[in-house]
């Protein structure tokens, strides 16, 4: 018979399993339906994505940084080893609200790297590690599953290093939110002070960014939620 305890974690397990995804899913949804709205509304600062990202990148002293075309819908990034920002194709051509918070976002990030924010470099840093506390991960939920489905609520030392891999996920996506809103912010400052937009369109430009945010924010409580279950039995078993 299963212990009560067991059952208990389980059913928080089956809960943050369940929460998560539909967060995730929320999230990214949210920011599609937002992106895509903004993306029919076209503004008095007509400048394509393209020419906003280079503005910004000349006014702020930064030369070195080359911004290309991607074919990839809603690929937009900044990668600080090739130092070029990738813009998909409609947010690289076009001049809508959408394509402008995109790209001057990337800017931003180009920005935050060649300033020495020591926040993204630290991100940078850990995308490596992020890729091995994945794999580790998904090797403890392997053996957990297929080998220890039940003892593994005894099995303290796997329980642990699972809890500490998973920290690894937290501190990333933690900064990644910091980052995230850090150039967010920087976009509507400069904005705000160039006078580019209506009040009306930089509204709509904070949205678009927002819903942007809610992506990381949500990668960042679905880590913190999935160490829950594994501190009640850590809990539990020293109760």
Do not use: C
């Not at 899913?25 to 029919?40: D, L, M």
């Not at 020419?51 to 006014?59: C, D, N, W």
């Not at 912010?185 to 160039?194: L, M, P, V």
């Amino acid at each position: 018979m299963i212990e009560t305890n067991t059952l208990i974690v389980i059913g928080v397990f089956v809960f943050v399993f369940i929460f998560s995804i539909l967060m995730g899913i929320g999230s990214h949804y949210f920011f599609r339906n937002t992106y895509e709205k903004f993306t029919k509304y076209t503004t008095i600062f007509t400048k394509s994505g393209q020419r906003v990202a280079e503005e910004i990148l000349s006014l702020k002293g930064v030369f070195d940084i080359q911004v290309e075309r991607v074919e990839r819908h809603l690929s937009d990034n900044f990668n600080p080893k090739s130092q070029i920002i990738s813009l998909s194709s409609e947010v690289f051509a076009n001049n809508t609200i959408s394509s402008q918070a995109v790209a001057s976002h990337e800017a931003f990030h180009a920005i935050q790297y060649k300033t020495q924010s020591k926040l993204l470099r630290f991100r940078t840093w850990l995308v490596p590690f992020v890729g091995v506390a994945n794999f580790l991960l998904l090797g403890i939920i392997v053996i957990a599953l297929f080998f220890t489905p039940f003892s593994l609520f005894e099995n303290i030392p796997l329980i642990s290093a699972f809890i500490v891999i998973d920290f690894v996920l937290v501190l990333f996506q933690g900064v990644s939110v910091i980052t995230e809103i850090d150039a967010s912010s920087r976009a509507i400052k400069y904005f705000k002070e160039t006078h580019s937009l209506t009040k009306i369109e930089l509204t709509a430009f904070k949205k678009v960014l927002a819903a942007a945010g809610t992506t990381y924010v949500s990668g960042f409580l679905s880590a913190i939620l999935t160490l829950i279950p594994f501190i009640l039995i850590i809990t539990l078993n020293f109760s």
